[in-house]
């Protein structure tokens, strides 16, 4: 059975987007393997938020994946900063990883833009803090898009490095579970950007929480081409709106893109489009649903994370103080 971590940053809303690529894998990951889910507020942190829109939000967060699916009961669920061991762990893999390493990282390029003065150092060594999250546990699998992969050669480096530098094979190697390229959402406003949380504009994404007459609005407004849905994938090339609403359909209806396209070859994006609204609104409606169900009692979502976070620090605790022996440090 293997140990299975991945996480997800707590502030702002899951979308479609975080669902089709990430949540509903985990819940199929739940079979068979162990599944340790986190809400990552200690990466939250590394642009500013408001405190009480992070503690709402977390809670918010945890009952969408309970919505979804994730159990309680059989996975662990819990908020990152509940357990210390990744904090610890993260201090020494700032001491592992080498500046070169995580200068080469293409997503804090990408983040940081041009003002790379200004962004906090949280979010240049987030990604120890990543490996951190993996290995406190000696989790041997993380479900990843292809987007991460690079953060996760990054941990193996300093896993490596850390087993070379003590004379030691404590650290295991991470394999990916690399998430099918089909389940890669884009923004409903530009069809090359990822959808994601921390778009300003709403009308880009579609909640886990949003109403019917919302998510019926943003897919009507979602950005297309005047050209007909073609027969085929190769009719796609060079139409991102296009190919990403198709891409969404084939997603939620577990159809490959070309049976999607032979169903509705020479269709105009208006009928498409509500074919596509229901579609969605079929799978959110009893996610938000379920998630405003489970939001009413929030000593329920702290309990459920307070166990969570107990049951996490009883794996990751031990092997966190061992690397901390292994370095040298006096054990209280």
């Known amino acids: 059975m293997a140990r299975i971590f991945s996480g997800i940053q707590p502030t702002g809303i899951a979308h479609l987007g975080n669902y089709l690529g990430a949540i509903r894998n985990w819940v199929a990951l739940q079979n068979g393997n162990e599944g340790i889910y986190c809400l ?48 610890r762990l993260a201090w020494i893999f700032n001491c592992v990883a080498r500046f070169g390493w995580l200068n080469r990282m293409t997503q804090f390029k990408d983040k940081a833009g041009k003002d790379r003065e200004a962004v906090s150092t949280g979010l240049f060594v987030y990604p120890n803090l990543m490996a951190a999250d993996i290995l406190a546990y000696h ?27 003590y004379g030691v094979e404590f650290f295991p190697t991470i394999t990916p579970r690399i998430m099918k390229a089909s389940a890669r959402i884009m923004s409903l406003r530009d069809g090359q950007k990822k959808m994601s949380k921390s778009d300003p504009s709403d009308q880009s994404r579609i909640n886990l929480t949003d109403s019917a007459d919302v998510i019926a609005q943003k897919i009507r407004r979602a950005k297309t081409d005047p050209e007909p849905l073609p027969g085929s994938e190769e009719g796609l090339a060079q139409r991102p709106e296009a190919q990403n609403l198709v891409g969404i359909y084939a997603a939620l209806a577990d159809q490959t893109v070309a049976e999607v396209l032979r169903r509705h070859e020479g269709k105009g994006f208006g009928p498409f489009k509500e074919s596509l609204t229901e579609l969605v609104e079929s799978v959110i409606r009893p996610i938000a649903e379920a998630t405003q169900r489970i939001e009413q009692d929030a000593g329920e979502i702290d309990r459920i994370l307070r166990n969570g976070a107990d049951r996490a620090a009883a794996i990751a605790d031990p092997i966190v103080t061992e690397a901390e022996k292994i370095v040298g440090f006096l054990q209280p």
Do not use: M, Y
Request: hydrophobic share 45%.
């Open 139 to 165: 989790a041997t699998e993380v479900p990843v898009g292809d987007d991460q992969s690079q953060h996760l050669e990054l941990a193996n480096d300093i896993a490596q490095k850390f087993n070379h530098d």
């Open 40 to 87: 990552v507020d200690l990466h939250a942190l590394t642009v500013w938020v408001d405190p009480e829109a992070l503690r709402a939000q977390t809670r918010t967060n945890a009952a969408l994946l309970i919505a979804c699916g994730i159990d309680p009961a059989r996975s662990i669920l819990f908020n990152q900063s509940a357990v210390h061991a990744h904090a």
